[in-house]
């Protein structure tokens, strides 16, 4: 089936398998706009959060989904058309559905969790952070809890549905933090606490003098710094368990500086290769411009999964973390 066609048909048996549950489906195309405010902020909100901009025209297709809320409001749901040909291409018309199931249960489950979102105590143990591109996101962070490092943040998330593939959240707004009773700093020290348990790290030594060069050759969990020190052009691959925010993992508590003893009390450079994953490398033995362009080359082709462009520093004598200015 080509795209056209699976355009048309998607909504038709959207509208039947859901039209009767109340669900109200609406297929936005590529170049729509709209006097309608609601309807506009909708394809302000859409832009922001695929293509980092919020223009009044839509840059993709993509289907709304909506429905009055039990108690009030309207709950919504959001799909990339393209996104779902594809799956439909992969495993058929069941694989559809079961995308938009999950995210009707997703926001189900948002609608209920964010009853209690001024109460810390019932919701400590569900706020987490992601790795974010400022630049990309800075519009949507306004009005929310967030570090900033460089060109990259790690924001304040809370968890509202994560099965063994899928994870459901939401930035929580600052106004929201500040009934907390606690610093902002506090709730962002917490959930990254929190995600070092939900995602725990995992640390892969190689050798290669570039980062596309890198083949795994140990598996090293966990990682005892007292017994894997590392050679010469050693370096370090990190993530977390299923990828999630892996380039968070460099801000769990501890590990920057077990880092920095594994490489023998050197300074070295960090390259977040994607909001999954990131690269460690002994300064002494890399030259930070070949690390540089190997970075760009990495995010021109996979800018899906850029989240930084800039090569850091981590300056162990002063436990920090900085750009490299590159002449």
């Not at 304040?156 to 009934?179: C, G, H, Q």
Request: glycine content about 6%.
């Amino acid at each position: 089936m080509i795209y056209v066609d699976f355009m048309n048909e998607v909504l038709d048996k959207l509208n039947k398998r859901y039209g009767c549950n109340n669900w109200s489906i609406k297929l936005y195309r590529e170049g729509d706009t709209s006097m309608d405010v609601l309807e506009l902020e909708f394809i302000h909100q859409t832009n922001m959060k695929y293509y980092g901009h919020s223009k009044d025209i839509l840059d993709g297709d993509f289907i709304k989904m909506t429905k009055d809320s039990v108690g009030g409001g309207i709950l919504i749901c959001r799909f990339e058309v393209k996104y779902l040909y594809d799956e439909f291409n992969n495993k058929g018309w069941n694989q559809v559905f079961n995308i938009v199931d999950y995210n009707i249960k997703g926001i189900d489950k948002a609608r209920i969790g964010t009853r209690n979102i001024d109460n810390y105590d019932e919701i400590s143990n569900l706020i987490f952070v992601r790795p974010l591109n400022y630049e990309e996101n800075k519009e949507s962070l306004q009005g929310h809890v967030y570090r900033r490092i460089g060109d990259i943040v790690i924001a304040l998330y809370m968890r509202v549905f994560e099965d063994k593939d899928n994870l459901t959240s939401f930035k929580i707004p600052k106004a929201d933090v500040d009934k907390w009773g606690i610093s902002e700093d506090q709730a962002l020290d917490r959930a990254i606490q929190n995600s070092s348990v939900l995602y725990p790290a995992e640390i892969y030594i190689s050798s290669g003098k570039l980062v596309e060069d890198v083949v795994v050759n140990i598996f090293v969990r966990p990682f005892d710094v007292e017994k894997d020190i590392l050679e010469e052009m050693d370096t370090l691959m990190c993530t977390s368990i299923k990828g999630i925010n892996g380039a968070a993992v460099f801000f769990y508590p501890g590990l920057k500086e077990k880092f920095y003893r594994a490489f023998g009390n050197e300074d070295y450079f960090v390259v977040f290769t994607a909001t999954s994953e990131f690269h460690l490398h002994r300064c002494s033995d890399y030259d930070p411009g070949k690390l540089l362009q190997t970075l760009r080359n990495s995010n021109k082709q996979f800018p899906e999964e850029k989240l930084s462009d800039i090569i850091y520093r981590y300056y162990g004598d002063k436990n920090e973390l900085l750009p490299v200015e590159q002449g």
